[in-house]
Nanobody, 123 residues
């Protein structure tokens, strides 16, 4: 089993930056692709970004590409989501998720999830 704990959420103004972190434990971190999903008020949970086990391949949702960056530190078993130029539309609960090996944008393929961290962007 893999345990994931998100941190770094908060309340910021539009245009600000925020960095979310996800700490993993329980399994070999370097075997997992790591992803971020989010769920905004009144909307379904959606894909944000993903990074492969080696940290060399990433993929982003079109709505965040160019503003958000997923990175991982395999020496610390952590993955981050750097969010720049935040918009009110980015307001959501952000979830960290893990699956073995290959990257995916399909949330059903991710077996392990954190509890989420709230990001609120005011206009």
């Amino acid at each position: 089993q893999v345990q994931l704990v998100e941190s770094g959420g908060g309340l910021v103004q539009a245009g600000a930056s925020l960095r979310l972190s996800c700490a993993a434990s329980g399994r070999t971190f370097t075997h997992f692709a790591m992803a971020w999903f989010r769920q905004a008020p009144g909307k379904a949970r959606e894909f944000v970004g993903v990074i492969d086990p080696s940290g060399t391949i990433t993929h982003y949702a079109g709505s965040v590409e160019g503003r958000f960056t997923v990175a991982r530190d395999n020496t610390k078993d952590t993955v981050s989501l750097q969010m720049d130029s935040l918009k009110p539309e980015d307001t959501a609960v952000y979830y960290c998720a893990a699956r073995l090996f290959g990257i995916s944008t399909e949330q059903r393929l991710f077996a392990y999830w954190g509890q989420g961290t709230q990001v609120t962007v005011s206009s």
